[in-house]
Nanobody
Framework: QVQLGESPGGSVQAGGSLRLSCAAS????????RAWFRQAPGKEREGGAA???????IYADSVKGRFTISKDNANNFLYLQMNSLKPEDTAIYYC????????????????????WGQGTQVTVSS
């Protein structure tokens, strides 16, 4: 079992930055992808970014060039640095563990992940 907990999100103005972190405890499946997903009101949960054990990453087109995913295996943390935020980035953000082995397109599919955090709200105002 893996327990995941995201840091508090926050509210920022468009163009601002936020950094999310996710702490993992229990058995952390280091050889598999970890990822950040988000879900806006009335929309399906979508993959934002994923990272595999080698540090390879994949990003959704909507966040590419603005968001950076990283991890700290030693301390079981996953991070998401979000820059140049837009109002359309407003959503609940979730970290996820135990996904595919490699950071390919499957790594951005929510059905590929076994463990989820409780989610944290990010609000971007115009």
């Amino acid at each position: 079992q893996v327990q995941l907990g995201e840091s508090p999100g926050g509210s920022v103005q468009a163009g601002g930055s936020l950094r999310l972190s996710c702490a993992a405890s229990g058995y952390t499946y280091n050889n598999y992808c970890r990822a950040w997903f988000r879900q806006a009101p009335g929309k399906e949960r979508e993959g934002g970014a994923a990272i595999d054990s080698a540090g390879s990453t994949i990003y959704a087109d909507s966040v590419k060039g603005r968001f950076t995913i990283s991890k700290d295996n030693a301390n079981n943390f996953l991070y998401l640095q979000m820059n140049s935020l837009k109002p359309e980035d407003t959503a609940i953000y979730y970290c996820a563990h135990f996904g595919p082995r490699y950071a390919g397109t499957r790594a951005l599919l929510h059905e590929e992940y076994a463990y989820w955090g409780q989610g944290t709200q990010v609000t971007v105002s115009s």
